[in-house]
């Protein structure tokens, strides 16, 4: 389709959204695909705008590149003047090229340091099932227990880390381990597949724990919330959590908020130890 001439008055207190009409990438904007320039200029009175004739047999194409041009003008203050074609296209460029200033920002990897406190606790869930090691396995266990079976519960010993990083909602970082023993509780993901709670012995004393290092699914952040309710969210595996089933016996695993499972717990017979 060929068009003869244009003709568009652009009034300084045009406040029409053109933003994603000037930078569509549909446009084709920068491309001019007529083979001789057109012939164009540009008149501004202050009581009429800024009005721009076009005279050249070309393509819509055409048409629709300096109607984007002419919106790209649309917030130009000038004095009243006539300009030509390479005046119009030094205004339409200092209007629309802005300058980016990219400044580097240094990155540092999250690291974990051991202080010299410990807790010394049993793990009980919001229904007062206890968490107990399954006899002859790996396995940790939510149990209800009656009277005289307190034997089993297993005995926890909290090491709490400071962060070079602020902590999410100002939740502590710790270490969950079975006391007397080199057991931790560690946070793994085998195979691709959903994260996992398992047991791992540990014969490193963890002083530092970096972000990335092979100690790092050992993390967990405790945040209490309520009276003395916790949550131990895995630092390695955001979103996933320490849960227990509703029914007893069932294995403690990780699990994300929304999958009906119990991620509130209760610190039992909690003493504070300094080593």
Known sequence: MACDGYVKTLAYDDA?????????????????????????????????GIKLEWRHSSSMKHVVNIIIALERMKHIKTKSSEFGEEEVLNIIMDSV????????????????????????CNVCDQFKKTVVQSSGSPRLLAVTLHDGNTRFKVDFSLSLYVSTSASPNASQPVCLGISQTNLYLACTQP??????????EISETLKTIKAGDQYDNLLF??????????????V????????????????????????????????????????
């Not at 090229?97 to 807790?119: C, F, G, L, N, W």
């Not at 195979?191 to 791992?200: G, T």
């Open 16 to 48: 029409s959204e053109t933003d994603s009409a000037i930078y569509s990438d549909s446009a084709d904007s920068d491309e001019m695909d007529c083979p001789d320039k057109p012939s164009m200029s540009c008149r501004c009175n202050m009581d009429e």
């Open 97 to 120: 090229i802005e300058e980016r200033h990219m400044e580097r920002v240094a990155v540092t990897t999250p690291s974990y340091t051991k202080i010299d406190q410990t807790v010394q």
């Open 221 to 234: 952040f405790r945040k209490e919330t309520g009276v003395a309710n916790n949550t131990f969210e895995s």
């Open 236 to 275: 390695k595996y955001p979103g996933w959590f320490i849960s227990t089933a509703y029914e007893d016996f069932e294995q403690v695993e990780m699990s994300q908020m929304s999958q009906g499972r119990l991620t509130n717990f209760t610190l039992e017979k909690k003493r504070l130890i300094r080593n």
């Open 191 to 200: 195979d691709d597949s959903s994260p996992h709670l398992v047991l791992q």
